[in-house]
């Protein structure tokens, strides 16, 4: 019969590992997808190259909105796994501003993409009516402030909320967190309409991610190796 610890032992590697694994998908995934309608909408998408633009690049546009909702519910998993491994550690009121902020940021990145597949939308039924109207320009500057303005700097807050966790709990070392700072305040106090900028969220969420993972599997050789030690002796 196993030992009721060792299954503890497992079942609590399980779980950073299970939030390691979301946040790399994650930031995989959207960086691909808003590189893509980053590449087909671009700053000046106006006068005779806006047709040839989404003419060329509708494929890749589609492509990316398909990936959207997937990397959505990867980074639903990792902000879920996250939140279940801090169990009776959790901070009650910056978890819920955690829990709050990040899911503010994936209804606005939804929002977005929903703007951008409505722009190639409506390009396929009405491409003269839309070109000439202005939709195309009104609706790529609406698409970027959403995430320039409003989702990058609820991924600031995102960050600063784990952060402070992470303080509380001494889950992560300390550079870790100094690092989560330093880029939430860049994401909060920079006013900018690239779209690059919020790929500083989706990376800091890979570098962590591979860390987490680093250290769970460290853990399961660790355990692994207390697991053959017990059944020798």
Do not use: C
């Not at 299970?18 to 106006?46: N, Y």
Request: proline share 3%; charged share 10%; no cysteine.
């Amino acid at each position: 019969m196993m030992n009721p610890k060792v299954t503890l032992a497992r079942q609590q590697l399980r779980t950073p590992r299970a939030a390691a694994v979301a946040g790399i998908l994650f930031a995989v995934l959207f960086v691909i997808s808003m590189a893509l309608i980053r590449l087909v909408l671009p700053e000046d998408l106006s006068g005779p190259d806006a047709e040839a633009w989404l003419q060329a690049h509708t494929g890749l546009v589609s492509l990316a909105l398909t990936l959207v909702p997937f990397a959505g519910i990867a980074f639903l998993w990792f902000e879920g796994v996250v939140r279940a491994h801090l169990g009776e550690l959790e901070d009650q009121f910056f978890s819920s501003v955690l829990f709050g902020s990040g899911l503010l940021f994936l209804a606005m990145t939804f929002t977005a993409a929903a703007i951008a597949g409505g722009i190639v939308a409506s390009y396929a039924i009405a491409a003269d009516q839309l070109l000439d109207s202005g939709v195309v320009t009104f609706g790529r500057t609406v698409m970027y402030t959403i995430m320039n303005v409003y989702a990058i700097r609820m991924a600031g807050v995102f960050m600063i909320s784990l952060g402070t966790i992470w303080i509380q709990t001494r889950v992560v070392p300390r550079p870790f967190v100094f690092l989560t700072y330093a880029l939430a305040l860049v994401l909060l106090v920079t006013i900018s309409f690239s779209l690059w900028m919020i790929f500083i969220f989706p990376v800091w969420v890979f570098v962590i991610s591979v860390y987490i993972l680093r250290v769970s599997l460290r853990g399961k050789a660790a355990e692994a190796e207390g697991f053959i030690g017990s059944d020798g002796a």
